[in-house]
């Protein structure tokens, strides 16, 4: 195998909760990405799969920590321990970030042209009038029609889909290697969606990017994703290629989530819902922490399971794929 | 799947239903066009019949939910609920009427009054339609709260202390309180984790099925739709473009509208 683009280890991520309590959002989080690759991570709100993007750009904010002990190498370097000057010209230059929220994280006094051209500026201290040539390709590149005049726009001017891939185009501006996106069409129409999900894959592969698709949307993870990250309670739950995750799911939360999601076509009499609520960072649950939810929880389950290696690139963190289960 | 047959006739019915929101000059600039959010749209619902009604935002289905509980007034058209002509009716008979119309929300955040205890959200719509009062009426709010599968402990505390799928069952106790025949439902699941959305939707299922409840289920999930519905509508730019049976509008889309709309759907394949 290539070396990994990026290989985050044993990340942990901690917030303060109400009341001074200790949140781990991210507990113990290991895995890799190859060039070119696209890994989707899923997992319902509060697993910690944003928190993990957050981490690997350093954007969490004080009194958010992350711990000691976590390593994060991107590009052969160690991202924990640069110095935020050096942090800086990889973020948003390196590894690029697309948000769920195109319009909160545009600025409304400013033209879209002007905003993507502003990345040049900053990132390679290009001359205003090649930022803006510069920008109007990229425009282009994520599909504005007659991008040198639309570069023009207003942010309010445009559709929330248009917008979205405004925020691409600024992603893309300097080539990163890494894209990580963040429930990128989550506010947008199903056919927006598909869209705009394209025009990532198309720009992926003429740029050679890989690709971090963080989603709540099993269709999606299956439609894009090589390889899946499935996320619970702050913990990966299971990780596999992504035809073997949908035909052959091993962790129980996996299984129960993919009976849980009404599917097109495969209409059921009844959806198997899981029981329970979603556990909070500031109570995650001892021992397993799917364990209260789950239908197959034994007495082992006490004892938090490890992630056990079940095949060449499957990982399951469940005490039923234990190498000698008993 | 087997769906019991609604029986025949009925119960909510919409003849060329529009509304227009007039022309809006605005401080500077200038003046936005009139909008005509929903056009020249006919539907019925059967008793304990649930008709799926999708679209993309701004499509004017949310629009079409409230001009039929007449939350809005509609521009033209006719509303016939349990054959009485809801936009005639007068303040008093059309809140008589409402008892039987309830709406359920898509934010379980923003929809409950955060400073009222659930029971007291609960005991409303049973105290202001006059149904029960004192133990009576304490004892009604347990058994909604049972139906929609929460302790009757909850009844004493405040809605910031529930999870989103918790707030929903809230809100679903709420709508049931005054024993209404017909639930618009916009978006009750959409803001909901995967996990907890099947939770919710088995439950509105299973309601319908032992109060003999009729929906319009507005969503923009199709998947969800085609699991609870027995019909659909797909409402594009205000208007309905194709209706049919729910099977058949998923196995064979007429519409170039709907058959775009289908193939977008991410699919899982095992």
């Not at chain 1, 963080?214 to 390889?227: K, N």
């Not at chain 2, 379980?108 to 007291?120: E, I, N």
């Amino acid at each position: 195998m290539t070396e990994p683009l990026l290989a985050v280890t044993d990340l942990r991520t901690t917030f303060r909760a109400a009341g001074g309590r200790r949140a781990r959002a991210v507990d113990g989080v290991s895995f890799t990405v190859a060039p070119e690759e696209t890994v989707g991570i899923v997992g319902e709100s509060g697993c910690g799969k944003s928190v993990t993007a957050l981490s690997i750009l350093r954007l969490i904010r004080a009194p958010g920590v992350i711990e000691a002990g976590s390593r994060i190498a991107f590009e052969s370097r160690d991202l924990l321990t640069l110095p935020e000057r050096e942090m800086r010209a990889i973020r948003g230059a390196r590894i690029a970030m697309v948000f769920q929220e195109p319009m909160t994280s545009l600025d409304p006094v400013l033209t879209i042209g002007a905003q993507v051209a502003e990345v040049a500026r900053v990132h390679a201290g290009a001359s205003k009038r090649a930022a803006w040539a510069q920008a109007v390709e990229a425009l282009q590149a994520v599909g504005f029609p007659d991008a040198a005049a639309r570069a023009r726009d207003y942010p309010h001017h445009l559709s929330g889909g248009m917008r979205q891939r405004a925020m691409i185009a600024m992603a893309i501006m300097m080539r990163p290697a890494l894209l990580i996106a963040d429930e990128p069409t989550t506010a947008l129409d199903v056919t927006t969606q598909a869209q705009i999900l394209g025009t990532l894959a198309a720009l992926q592969s003429s740029m050679r990017m890989s690709m971090l698709l963080i989603t709540h949307d099993l269709g999606i993870v299956a439609e894009r994703a090589q390889r899946v990250i499935v996320m619970y309670a702050g913990q990966i739950v299971e990780e596999a290629p992504v035809r073997e995750l949908f035909a052959a799911p091993r962790h129980p939360y996996t299984r129960a989530l993919l009976a849980a999601v009404p599917r097109l076509g495969a209409r059921r009499e009844r959806l198997e819902a899981i029981p329970g609520q979603v556990p909070s960072a500031d109570a995650w649950p001892d021992g397993c922490r799917f364990r209260a939810r789950c239908a197959q929880a034994f007495d082992r389950c006490d004892t938090a399971p490890p992630l056990y290696q079940i095949g060449d690139a499957h990982r399951s963190r469940c005490h039923l794929d234990a190498p000698a289960a008993p | 799947m087997t769906v019991a047959t609604p029986p025949a006739g009925p119960l909510l019915s919409v003849r060329a239903l529009s509304k227009r929101f007039p022309p809006r000059r605005a401080l500077f600039g200038e003046t936005a066009p009139e909008v005509v959010a929903v056009d020249d749209v006919s539907l019925e619902i059967g008793p304990g019949e649930t008709l799926g009604l999708v679209g993309e935002s701004g499509s004017g289905k949310t629009t079409l939910g409230r001009c039929i509980l007449r939350l809005l007034e509609p521009s033209a058209g006719a509303v016939t609920f349990a054959e009485q002509d809801l936009l005639a009716l007068d303040a008093e008979p059309l809140r008589a009427l409402r008892r039987e119309m309830q709406l359920v929300f898509q934010d379980p955040f923003a929809s409950l009054d955060p400073r009222m205890t659930v029971g007291a959200i609960v005991r409303e719509g049973i105290t202001i339609h006059r149904l029960a009062e004192g133990a009576a009426a304490d004892a009604r709010v347990a058994r909604l709260l049972d139906e929609v599968g929460l302790p009757k402990e909850v009844a004493a505390r405040y809605p910031h202390e529930f999870s989103g799928g918790q707030r929903q069952r809230i809100g679903i106790a709420r709508a049931l309180a005054v024993e209404p025949r017909f639930i618009v439902c916009d978006e009750p699941v959409s803001s909901l984790d995967v996990s907890v959305q099947a939770q919710v939707i088995n439950l509105l299922r299973d309601l319908q099925r032992t109060r003999g409840l009729a929906y319009l289920f507005i969503a923009h999930d199709l998947s969800v739709v085609e699991h609870i519905a027995h019909r659909v509508a797909v409402m594009y730019r205000g208007r309905i473009v194709e209706s049919a049976p729910t099977r058949d509008l998923f196995a064979a889309p007429q519409e170039p509208y709907t058959q775009q709309l289908l193939a977008a759907v991410p699919r899982m394949r095992a």
